[in-house]
C-alpha cells in the first residue's frame, strides 16, 4: 500500500503544536509506520517544493513571509490542516485585532519586507483550510486519531458539542454556578474536559461551537458581577476572530466595562 505524504509545517507560533505530535510516546512509531513524513522541522529538513497528500500547518499568519509561505504549501498539498489554535482562530496573538495600533507599534516590523507585519490571522483567512484539530495545544489522541481516520480512507468527523458535554460525563460542577467566568457553554468540545477537569475554567481554546449563543454568555457573566472589561478579555483571548458578534462587543462606544 503506498503511503500518504505527510508534511508539519510551522508559522508564526511556538510550536507547542508539533511538539504535540511527537509526545505521541510508543505510538509515534506506530504512526510512521502508517504514513511517510516528507517534512518536519524538528526531525528533518523542510522542503517549501515538496509536494503532499495532507500537511499539518501550525501557527497564524503574522508576516509577509508566513503569507507567502502558506499560499505556497497550499498549493502543493491536497489536504490542508489548520493545528492547534493559532492557525484555527488566531490565537493570543490575534488579541491585536481587539485593541489600538498605539499600543503595539514599537513592536512592529517596518523595515525588511520579508518580516513586516500584517494583521495577525488565522490561516483559513488567507487559504483553504480543510479539516481543523483545534486547541492550545491539541490533543495529542486527537492527532492521532485523524491520521488513523484518512490511513483507512475515511473522513474525520468534527466535534460541535461545547466543553459542558463532557464536564456531564465527568460529573462536574457546572463553575458558572459558582460565578466563575467559564466558556465551556460555547466552547468546542472534544478536549475531554481536561481544564475543569484539573479545577480550572474553560478560556475558550477550541474555538466556538457552531451555535454558539454569545448575548446569553455574556448576560450570565454580567450577571456574575464580572466587568465588561474582563469579558471583552476573556472572550477575545483565544477565538475572538471567530465570532463577528465580539468585534461589535468590544467596539461598540455604548458599551462601557
Not at 500500500?1 to 510516546?25: D, H, N, P, R, W
Not at 502508517?34 to 495532507?54: M, Q
Not at 503574522?62 to 493545528?83: C, F, P, S
Not at 465551556?184 to 475554567?201: S, Y
Request: proline share 5%; with cysteine.
Amino acid at each position: 500500500m503506498t503511503k500518504l505524504k505527510v508534511g508539519f509545517y510551522g508559522i508564526t507560533g511556538c510550536a507547542g503544536c508539533q511538539l504535540s505530535v511527537i509526545f505521541q510516546e510508543d505510538d509515534l512509531l506506530d504512526l510512521l509506520e502508517l504514513v511517510e513524513i516528507r517534512a518536519w522541522p524538528f526531525i528533518k529538513d523542510v522542503n517549501d517544493d515538496e509536494t503532499f497528500d495532507y500537511v499539518f500547518m501550525e501557527g497564524l499568519v503574522a508576516t509577509n513571509e508566513d503569507k507567502e509561505r502558506l499560499l505556497k504549501i497550499r498549493k502543493n498539498t491536497k489536504i490542508l490542516i489548520a493545528l492547534g489554535a493559532c492557525a484555527h482562530t488566531g490565537c493570543v496573538p490575534a488579541y491585536r485585532h481587539f485593541t489600538l495600533q498605539k499600543n503595539y507599534a514599537h513592536l512592529l516590523y517596518e523595515k525588511n519586507k520579508n518580516i513586516s507585519d500584517v494583521q495577525p490571522s488565522p490561516i483559513d483567512s488567507f487559504v483553504q483550510v480543510d479539516y481543523v484539530i483545534p486547541g492550545c495545544p491539541p490533543s495529542k489522541q486527537e492527532i492521532r486519531t485523524f491520521l488513523k481516520t484518512v490511513v483507512l480512507g475515511n473522513i474525520p468527523k468534527s466535534y460541535d458539542n461545547p466543553v459542558c458535554t463532557e464536564c456531564k460525563l465527568h460529573n462536574n460542577g457546572c463553575l458558572l454556578e459558582v460565578k466563575k467566568p467559564c466558556l465551556g457553554p460555547i466552547t468546542r468540545g472534544g478536549c475531554n474536559a481536561i481544564c475543569i477537569n484539573g479545577g480550572l475554567e474553560c478560556w475558550g481554546c477550541r474555538g466556538p461551537t457552531d451555535d454558539a449563543n454569545l448575548p446569553v454568555m455574556v448576560t450570565i457573566l454580567r450577571k456574575q458581577g464580572h466587568g465588561l472589561k474582563f469579558i471583552k478579555d476573556r472572550l477575545v483571548t483565544f477565538a475572538g476572530t471567530k465570532m463577528p458578534a465580539v468585534r461589535k462587543l468590544v467596539y461598540d462606544k455604548n458599551n462601557k466595562a
